[in-house]
């Protein structure tokens, strides 16, 4: 008899999977649950305007403006060691209801920019802000020969020394 429980005791006893497989299917349902809470806003305090959308600022529509092309101007510099040209070419930005006005003083405009690029040195152009400042003083003499609020900008289209 006593041979008999020697040999049940030796027997190892098999251990149960229910454990293990309770374990994973309990950590796939809690990590789903704990994903939804958080999705939801349940969790982490979610205010209820960052859930809804932000409404897209409107735009400001495009100002009423046309471009008026000047002639392109090619122009002695002064002062370089050789004959140096200036080939310049710009457009003004103008409210639309200004574009015949503007059109019609185009003689006047390029006679201004003319005489103020022929007075230019070398030394005024080499800079690497000049063309901003230059820029700068051609539309403040065009406004002056065209009158207040008819051109709004001076886009230089070519700027180019040969």
Known sequence: ???????????PTKASKLPLILGLVLALVGGGGGFY?????????ADDTASQETPVPE?????DI??????PLIVAISGAPQLSHLRFR???????TYRSDVELLEPRIIDVLNGYLRALRT????DSSSLTRLRA????RIQVVIGPGRVNDLL????VIN
Request: aromatic fraction near 6%; charged fraction near 30%; proline fraction near 4%.
């Open 37 to 45: 809470a958080t999705w939801s806003g349940m969790v982490l305090g």
């Open 66 to 71: 046309a471009f008026v092309e000047l002639e």
């Open 59 to 63: 735009m400001d529509a495009i100002p």
């Open 156 to 159: 230089i289209m070519e700027f």
């Open 123 to 126: 030394s005024d152009i080499e």
């Open 90 to 96: 710009a457009q003004l930005e103008v409210p639309s």
């Open 137 to 140: 003083q051609m539309l403040r």
């Open 1 to 11: 008899m006593s041979d008999e429980v020697t040999d049940e005791d030796d027997v």
